[in-house]
Nanobody, 127 residues
Framework: QVQLVESGGDSVQAGGSLRLTCTAS???????LAWFRQAPGKERELVAT?????????SDSVRGRFTISKDKARKSRYLYLQMTNLKPEDTGMYYC????????????????????WGHGTQVTVSS
């Protein structure tokens, strides 16, 4: 089973930037990959997805500020989330997730569609 490990979370001020990394224990290119986040007391929220076809989707709340990407040069073991212009409402635990059954991601995916998860990395944005 592929292990996923997130890193890069930190405490930053509003307007700042962070880059999250999800490192897989083996190649994960034939997958729909995603970043989710969960704020205290709230449900887990889909932030962005990227499929093996390289098509990306971002949620309305982060579009234009966050960018999901993969590192092809490193044999598709790394997934990134570049976050800019961070806001206090971006605070939460960020998780990477993988659905190995799909070549591409589809609209309307939820956390129930992803069987494999990392343990998360905390992002805290102060005003």
């Amino acid at each position: 089973q592929v292990q996923l490990v997130e890193s890069g979370g930190d405490s930053v001020q509003a307007g700042g930037s962070l880059r999250l990394t999800c490192t897989a224990s083996e190649i994960i290119d034939v997958s729909c990959l995603a970043w989710f986040r969960q704020a205290p007391g709230k449900e887990r929220e889909l932030v962005a997805t990227i499929g093996n076809d390289e098509r990306v989707k971002h949620s309305d709340s982060v579009r234009g500020r966050f960018t999901i990407s993969k590192d092809k040069a490193r044999k598709s073991r790394y997934l990134y989330l570049q976050m800019t212009n961070l806001k206090p409402e971006d605070t939460g635990m960020y998780y990477c997730a993988r659905d190995p059954t799909r070549w591409s991601c589809v609209t309307g995916m939820t956390d129930a569609d992803f069987p494999y998860w990392g343990h998360g990395t905390q992002v805290t944005v102060s005003s």
